[in-house]
């Protein structure tokens, strides 16, 4: 009966079917979905942190003025629209980006695959979880396009949306209300793919699959949801309660009525800190995977490296305040931020050193993700160090907002989750496709990333020692040198962008038909017991679990 | 792997040292503005112990990296161990990260309370951020507000420098201990000055303060450090620190106007010619 299954639930529609991708409810399509939406708002993001390198490869104004046009035609604006492009690139790669690459992605892909469940618990849900994600974009967008502040269109106060500034005091144009209903509507789906993914991996795992026998992916998807769906209404409340200080008289953050703005902070970053733990900590699951496939050896430590994980969350939430040491807390406040902020190396060095132990006694192969696996390594372990830094309030009062600050969440983002998309990108393209890649072109971008992003994001730290504060268009003359030694490195990470695009199309044409498992005997997780691409539906007959 | 660090940490310190003038940013610098305050000289020691830390650990990840990477190539070990638990050695790297954090908060603690814990201070000033420039008051002085504008591109003369430089400065003796409060009138701005180790939020509604005695004669330039609206990169702060007879004379001459403006020109011209003189 089940080879008789298999067959029979295997008719696929076609790829041109409008229907099957807007009325989706199949995991796998709405996964594909959600991969090209990251794509395309990656692509959005990151041209506007060309505008950024571009106007900060010297000192003075060279984009954003009367006079500059971008290909002859785009004028740009003035200041404002730098910040306007700041705050967008921050906005768009969180939301946009790196949540939809990971979770809706990747997450929405091979949570089912490898607990060996035939699709996600509430398909229908996971339909509107994705449709949401366009609208949100679409609103985020537009935002640009309306009055702001006085004079100009758009809202520049930072990604971490601060009031005043985002208040009617500056910004009172509609610009920052479409902005907070897009915000409302990604958040809403999030918390919709949350519940999805509890409710998946909490009861659709295949006999045998006990909670500690899950693959790590599906443990650190499990993680990042959880503290999706405990953070994101936290900000859900924070933002309703601006914008009724915005449009109804309210003064929750008003000082004049009797609000406090730092109480808008703290709210943020209950949401904020967690947050970046949810960027990060499908990539440590990818990162498991990878290192063990190619090392030939199952992962060490596991317990250690799904107990480090909950334990990343559960302090995620306790931490939040070290992004507010300056705002003038009780000194005892910050002492207790600063130990609190400085536990969560513990679990990060044990995943660190685990992974290396992982490669230690393996036979290791250097296929194109296990280059992106150690690349995310190396540069994961020098942005957690200068977290600790930074986690020290005293230190923070010379570093706090600098470009210190900047350069290492990009080395824990930028370098770090991203180095972690595309590590398991090319981990699970033969999978999701169905073709191969060239590796040569693949490896070839793993170069220029690794090269560019180092050195955009390396003399950063240099920058924000000797004192460059972010958010600004037009820096001291003492500050030229490195920037425009970052600014080159943009342009090395860009030929690297355009390889991935190369590496796309040159796959999706010369259609090289892909094996169920390219990797060998290290590839032990249920996806690769499918064919590439996997039948529409799998496991109508549930696979067992030794 | 030693010996990489230490060549590197002297690299850093040779440099900052070289490059150490008054308080600005210097091209091609990789670390902090030179040190004037006590509280900053104790953040620059607090961050060369953290780099001590941070830097091995970072070249001992990557040595071990760069080792298994070479010796467990599928070419040199064709048979992968099954080994997958080490209980002796899961201790050890949760322990030992533990241990270098107790050090670490052995320095940062003191570090912290001695910053934000203000001494016996001897006059106070308020600031106040406005979008885009700041206000001073001295009111142990008597001295109503004054306001501080950057000094447009197209204004600067010799001597001052671009985006840092401000119309009328804030000025305080040498030595003295001041008692900074700082507010603000509309949006959150931040008051900060990398070579006293200063920085701190003002914000609209609340009165936060913070100290400094600045021990060396000179101009120091910082920028408001949290994003204010269209021209945040445009409201820096300068600080004079001159002697207590020229403060006095300051203080009297009503600082915001040209009279008290000469006097500071005054005492740069004759402290110019004192240490060409010197040479």
Redesign the interface.
């Known amino acids: 009966m089940s080879a008789d299954s298999a067959t029979h639930d295997d008719h696929t529609p076609s790829l041109w079917d409008w229907k099957r991708w807007v009325y989706s409810t199949n995991h796998k399509d709405i996964g594909t979905m959600y991969l090209i939406f990251a794509i395309f708002a990656g692509v959005i993001g990151g041209a506007m942190s060309g505008m950024i390198r571009l106007e900060l490869a010297e000192p003075g104004l060279q984009v954003f003025n009367d006079s500059f046009k971008l290909f002859g035609m785009l004028e740009m604006g003035d200041s404002h629209n730098y910040n306007v492009m700041v705050t967008m690139h921050g906005l768009i790669m969180i939301f946009f980006m790196v949540m939809p690459a990971m979770i809706g992605g990747f997450g929405n892909w091979f949570v089912p695959l490898q607990i060996g469940a035939p699709d996600m618990a509430f398909p229908r849900m996971n339909n509107i979880s994705f449709w949401l994600l366009p609208a949100a974009f679409g609103l985020a967008f537009m935002s640009m396009f309306v009055g702001g502040p006085a004079g100009g269109e758009g809202f520049g106060g930072g990604w971490v949306l601060y009031p005043p500034l985002s208040g009617l005091t500056g910004h009172p144009g509609p610009a920052m209300d479409l902005l907070i209903l897009s915000l409302h509507l990604a958040g809403i789906s999030s918390i919709l793919g949350a519940i999805n993914f509890i409710t998946t991996i909490f009861n659709m795992r295949a006999p045998g699959m006990t909670m500690h026998k899950m693959p790590l992916f599906v443990w650190s998807i499990l993680v990042t949801v959880f503290l999706l769906l405990l953070s994101l209404p936290v900000l859900a409340g924070a933002l309703t309660m601006l914008l009724t200080d915005r449009n109804f008289g309210t003064s929750f953050f008003e000082p004049a009525g009797g609000g406090d703005p730092i109480m808008f902070q703290h709210l943020f970053w209950f949401f904020g800190h967690p947050e970046v733990y949810i960027l990060i900590l499908p990539g440590f699951g990818i990162i498991s995977h990878i290192v063990s496939t190619f090392s030939k050896k199952p992962v060490f430590g596991y317990l250690g490296m799904a107990y480090a994980m909950v334990s990343i969350g559960v302090i995620g939430f306790l931490v939040w305040a070290h992004h507010m040491y300056t705002v003038g807390m009780p000194v005892d406040l910050k002492a207790y931020f600063v130990a609190a902020t400085m536990v969560i190396a513990v679990p990060t060095g044990i995943k660190i050193f685990s992974w290396i132990a992982t490669m230690w006694g393996g036979s290791i192969t250097y296929r194109t993700p296990m280059m992106w696996a150690i690349g995310f390594i190396f540069l994961f372990t020098v942005g957690g160090v200068t977290g600790v830094v930074l986690a020290n309030a005293g230190v923070d009062a010379a570093l706090h907002d600098t470009y210190y600050v900047v350069a290492h969440f990009h080395y824990v983002l930028s370098l770090g989750a991203v180095f972690a998309i595309f590590a398991g990108w090319y981990f699970w393209f033969e999978k999701i496709f169905g073709v191969k890649y060239n590796s040569l072109l693949a490896r070839l971008q793993f170069l220029f990333f690794f090269v560019g992003a180092n050195v955009i994001f390396f003399p950063q730290h240099f920058l924000g020692l000797n004192g460059m504060q972010r958010r600004v268009p037009d820096y001291a003359d003492g500050f030229a040198n490195w920037n425009e030694i970052s600014s080159w490195g943009y342009a090395i990470m860009g030929v690297g962008m355009i390889i991935f695009f190369l590496i796309l199309i040159e796959a999706m044409m010369s259609r090289r038909k892909g094996e169920a498992n390219p990797w060998g005997e290290g590839a032990t997780t249920l996806e690769w017991t499918l064919s590439s691409p996997p039948p529409f539906h799998q496991f109508s007959t549930l696979p067992k679990i030794k | 792997m030693r010996f990489l660090a230490a060549i590197a940490l002297t690299w850093i310190t040779a440099t900052t040292a070289a490059m150490a003038n008054t308080g600005?940013?210097?091209?091609?610098?990789?670390?902090?503005?030179h040190a004037v305050t006590p509280?900053?000289e104790?953040?620059v020691e607090?961050?060369d112990l953290?780099l001590w830390?941070?830097v091995p650990?970072?070249l001992f990840?990557?040595a071990?990296?760069a080792y298994?990477?070479v010796r467990?190539?599928?070419k040199a070990?064709?048979?992968?161990?099954?080994?997958?638990?080490?209980t002796l050695?899961?201790v050890i790297?949760?322990g030992l990260?533990?241990l270098i954090?107790m050090v670490?908060?052995f320095y940062?603690?003191p570090?912290?309370?001695?910053?934000?814990?203000i001494p016996e201070t001897d006059f106070t000033i308020k600031a106040t951020g406005y979008q885009w420039y700041w206000g001073y008051e001295y009111p142990d002085h008597g001295v109503e507000q004054y306001l501080s504008n950057m000094i447009p591109e197209d204004e600067i003369v010799d001597g001052q420098?671009?985006?840092?430089s401000v119309d009328y400065p804030l000025v305080v003796p040498l030595n003295a201990t001041v008692r900074l409060q700082v507010t603000a009138a509309?949006?959150?701005h931040?008051w900060?000055m990398?070579s006293f180790?200063?920085?701190?939020?003002a914000?609209?509604?609340?009165l936060?303060?913070i100290w400094f005695q600045v021990t060396e004669l000179g101009t120091y330039?910082?920028?408001?450090?949290?994003?204010?609206?269209?021209?945040?990169?445009?409201m820096p702060i300068e600080v004079r620190v001159v002697s207590q007879d020229v403060f006095d004379a300051w203080i009297a001459a009503e600082p915001g106007t040209d009279d008290a403006n000469a006097i500071l020109a005054q005492n740069t011209a004759d402290r110019a010619t004192r240490l060409a003189q010197l040479d």
Request: negative net charge.
């Open positions: 600005i940013p210097t091209d091609g610098a990789l670390g902090f503005q509280i900053m104790r953040i607090f961050h953290l830390i941070i650990i970072t990840v990557t071990l990296l298994v990477m467990y190539r599928a070990n064709p048979v992968p161990s099954k080994n997958s638990h080490n050695l899961e790297w949760t990260p533990v954090l670490i908060s940062s603690f570090l912290l309370y001695m910053s934000d814990e420098e671009r985006l840092l509309d949006v959150i931040n900060a990398p180790g200063s920085k701190i939020d914000v609209p509604g609340r936060n303060e330039y910082g920028q408001c450090s949290e994003l204010c609206g269209r021209l945040h990169g445009y």
